[in-house]
């Protein structure tokens, strides 16, 4: 897997201070997309050992949030193994913060459903989620006043309660974020 960026101290994409991963490649093409440069599978750098420790000592200081995960789309099947490796080192060494990721794919219709490659990686990726926001850009709905998404139709999901439930659980904002945190 390729990577397009990763910011430090990101304050736009999840509550709190994060250190966002833009991975590369996406197959959904999105009009309107805001990261065009990462749909290239080949663009950007290579995801190594060396990111993966780059992410962790970014992760450290306790004013760091969590991690967040886009793209590109983070969900590909070409990434997802790279990226859970990423979660499961993050989880073993920072159990307290939070993971996010943003999918043009749909959590009940794509990602559950088991097409988007090996469905045992998916649901150990799932299994580090906090929260999943969900659905493609769509630019006719695009709607700047939205915390944490670009269009209408994209959710943001509470995904241990998804999956707790069987159904799709809305992360509730004034319900924080698990850890305690508002």
């Given amino acids: 897997?390729?990577?397009?960026?990763?910011?430090?101290?990101?304050?736009?994409?999840?509550?709190?201070?994060?250190?966002?991963?833009?991975?590369?490649?996406?197959?959904?093409?999105?009009?309107?997309?805001?990261?065009?440069?990462?749909?290239?599978?080949?663009?950007?750098?290579?995801?190594?050992?060396?990111?993966?420790?780059?992410?962790?000592?970014?992760?450290?200081?306790?004013?760091?949030?969590?991690?967040?995960?886009?793209?590109?789309?983070?969900?590909?099947?070409?990434?997802?193994?790279a990226v859970v490796e990423l979660l499961r080192r993050v989880k073993e060494q920072y159990p307290g913060k939070t993971i996010w990721a943003f999918s043009g794919y749909l959590f009940d219709r794509d990602i559950l459903s088991g097409k988007l490659g090996d469905w045992e990686i998916t649901r150990e990726y799932l299994s580090y989620l906090d929260v999943l926001v969900d659905g493609p850009f769509v630019e006719a709905k695009k709607n700047l006043s939205l915390r944490f998404r670009g269009s209408e139709n994209q959710r943001i999901i509470d995904v241990p309660a998804s999956l707790a439930s069987g159904t799709v659980v809305l992360w509730e904002d004034w319900q924080g974020d698990r850890k305690g945190m508002i």
């Fill in 1 to 81: 897997m390729n990577y397009a960026e990763i910011k430090n101290c990101d304050i736009a994409n999840g509550p709190g201070v994060r250190i966002s991963l833009f991975v590369s490649g996406c197959t959904h093409h999105c009009p309107g997309c805001f990261n065009e440069v990462a749909w290239d599978f080949g663009y950007g750098k290579p995801f190594t050992e060396d990111t993966i420790q780059e992410i962790l000592d970014m992760l450290k200081p306790g004013y760091i949030r969590g991690l967040t995960l886009l793209g590109g789309e983070p969900f590909e099947p070409q990434n997802q193994g």
